[in-house]
Nanobody, 125 residues
Framework: QVQLVESGGGLKQPGGSLRLSCAASGITLDYYAIGWFRQAPGKEREGVSCINPGDDSIYYADSVKGRFTISRDSAKNIVYLQMNSLKPEDTAVYYC??????????????????WGQGTQVTVSS
């Protein structure tokens, strides 16, 4: 049984940093495309970042480029999302997702099979 568990969310002031973790059981994340998504109240879910298996190609939404960094810890079977220079508009529930098919270009945030339950990130002064 595949399970993804996000952690690391919380309340931060603008300009602060958080590191989200996506821990997996039942799959080895190195072999999966891992995406981070977020959904703010009243808004549609949007893709934030994606890292592919093998070549570790990475994609970021324009809204987070230069501020967020996705990375893997293969030994721990965890994928991280380091979020710096947080803004109030980053407030959302953040989800990680996994899929066995690599995602490239415009497909970076499409069709993921497995999803976590989400972790709340609130950026407010």
């Amino acid at each position: 049984q595949v399970q993804l568990v996000e952690s690391g969310g919380g309340l931060k002031q603008p300009g602060g940093s958080l590191r989200l973790s996506c821990a997996a059981s039942g799959i080895t994340l190195d072999y999966y495309a891992i995406g981070w998504f977020r959904q703010a109240p009243g808004k549609e879910r949007e893709g934030v970042s994606c890292i592919n298996p093998g070549d570790d190609s990475i994609y970021y939404a324009d809204s987070v480029k230069g501020r967020f960094t996705i990375s893997r810890d293969s030994a721990k079977n965890i994928v991280y999302l380091q979020m710096n220079s947080l803004k109030p508009e980053d407030t959302a529930v953040y989800y990680c997702a996994a899929d066995s098919i690599p995602k490239y270009g415009s497909w970076a945030f499409s069709e993921y099979d497995y999803w976590g339950q989400g972790t709340q990130v609130t950026v407010s002064s």
